[in-house]
Each structure stands twice: as C-alpha cells, then as structure tokens.
C-alpha cells in the first residue's frame, strides 16, 4: 500500500483509524515492520507547520490504531 486518501465526506466519526488498522493488519501478516509518513494527499509541498501538523495528527492515528482490537 503506498498511500491512503479519505475522501471528506468520510474523514468523520472515527473511520479513518478503523479502516487504515484494518488494512495494516491485513496487509502485514508476515511483515516486521510498518511505515507511515505524513504528506499532503494532492501532492503539494507541506510548510514545516503543515508538516508538523499533520506528523501529531499521524501520531493520534497510530494510537487510536493500536489501543483497537
């Protein structure tokens, strides 16, 4: 999987952290590591304030991501 893009109408209600965990533990059986990197989903430049911005929303993923079953 290279990237994932929501669209809007479903970046509510919490779908985003079920459905990239889902993926990711399906996607990673046999794997030992996973990877994960903020970026702009259009593909435009980030500004570092962007950028950060986006890294502490991935890192609340991540923890929704491994506090569900």
């Known amino acids: 999987m290279d990237r994932v893009i929501l669209v809007p109408e479903w ?3 919490g779908r985003g952290p079920v459905l990239a965990g889902t993926a990711i ?3 990673s059986q046999d794997c030992t590591a996973v990877a994960c990197e903020s970026a702009s989903a259009d593909g435009h430049e980030m500004t570092d304030e962007q ?3 986006a890294a502490a929303k991935l890192g609340q993923l991540w923890s929704a991501i491994a506090s569900s079953p």
Do not use: E, K, V
Request: glycine fraction near 12%; charged fraction near 55%.
């Open 11 to 13: 970046r509510r209600g």
């Open 25 to 27: 533990r399906r996607l």
């Open 51 to 53: 950028h950060r911005q």
